[in-house]
């Protein structure tokens, strides 16, 4: 079972633009965090949010939480062409379980 | 040089082989994972270990086994047991488990091919 699901699948935009990656997710949650895969590699951790924050800065990345929604959203400012790329959410849910569940994904296209 | 090995990069397997996928980490975390992804599918999670001697199946474990002898080492089987196994495969690690808040350090994947 994969518990976010990222929105859009896909999104396409000029350099120099934001971008806005949204993730629903279904149970609670102890955190969620989002990853970025360049293709055919491996996943690189972004950024975590726990579930008692409501948001987070890392350089021209910001993750809100909304628990009462169950969704989180990662923003890119000013994005370039090497973050071209797919990006993850991924939950850790509230309860016991050791699991890290990740959705299907957003893939960004950054146009020159 | 701290991190996560997986080996090979590519492998290939002919119908009813078994074949095992390495992961390797030098950076002294208890918790193991294995995930699967196929195109527009995401990760799905084959198994995953918090500790040495102990592992738990994930949502996909039909048709794959592992072993977690060492702290540095947890080894996944395709078995012939396996009906679709031709897809990327990604091992990870973390300090922890995810009740402790703790990112997760992934390998560069093996894509497994079967002809």
């Known amino acids: 079972s994969q518990q976010g699901e990222e929105d859009p699948q896909a999104l396409s935009i000029q350099e120099g633009e934001n971008a806005t990656m949204n993730c629903s997710y279904k149970?609670?949650?102890?955190?969620l965090q989002w990853y970025r895969q360049n293709s055919g590699r491996g996943l690189v951790h972004l950024i975590l949010?726990?579930?008692?924050?409501r948001e987070k800065h890392s350089g021209r990345l910001r993750v809100t939480l909304d628990t009462s929604k169950k969704s989180s959203s990662l923003l890119i400012t000013a994005s370039r062409a090497a973050d071209t790329a797919s990006y993850f959410c991924?939950?850790?849910?509230?309860?016991?379980?050791?699991?890290?569940?990740f959705g299907k994904g957003t893939k960004l296209t950054v146009n020159p | 040089d701290g991190g996560i090995t997986q080996s090979p990069k590519y492998l290939f397997r002919k119908e009813g082989q078994n074949v095992t996928l390495s992961c390797e980490q030098n950076?002294?975390?208890?918790?193991m994972y294995w995930y699967r992804q196929d195109p527009g599918q995401g990760l799905r999670l084959i198994y995953y270990?918090?500790?040495?001697?102990?592992?738990q199946k994930g949502d996909i474990a039909e048709g794959y086994s592992v072993s977690r002898e060492k702290k540095e080492s947890f080894p996944l089987t395709v078995t012939s047991a396996q009906k679709n196994p031709t897809a990327f495969y990604l091992c990870?690690?973390?300090?922890?488990?995810?009740?402790?808040?703790?990112?997760?350090?992934f390998g560069q994947g093996t894509r497994l091919t079967v002809v």
């Open positions: 270990s918090q500790i040495v001697n102990d592992f």
């Open positions: 949010i726990r579930s008692n924050e």
């Open positions: 149970t609670s949650i102890n955190n």
């Open positions: 950076l002294n975390h208890d918790a």
């Open positions: 990870a690690s973390s300090i922890g488990g995810q009740t402790m808040n703790t990112e997760a350090f």
């Open positions: 991924a939950t850790a849910s509230r309860g016991g379980s050791e699991k890290l569940v």
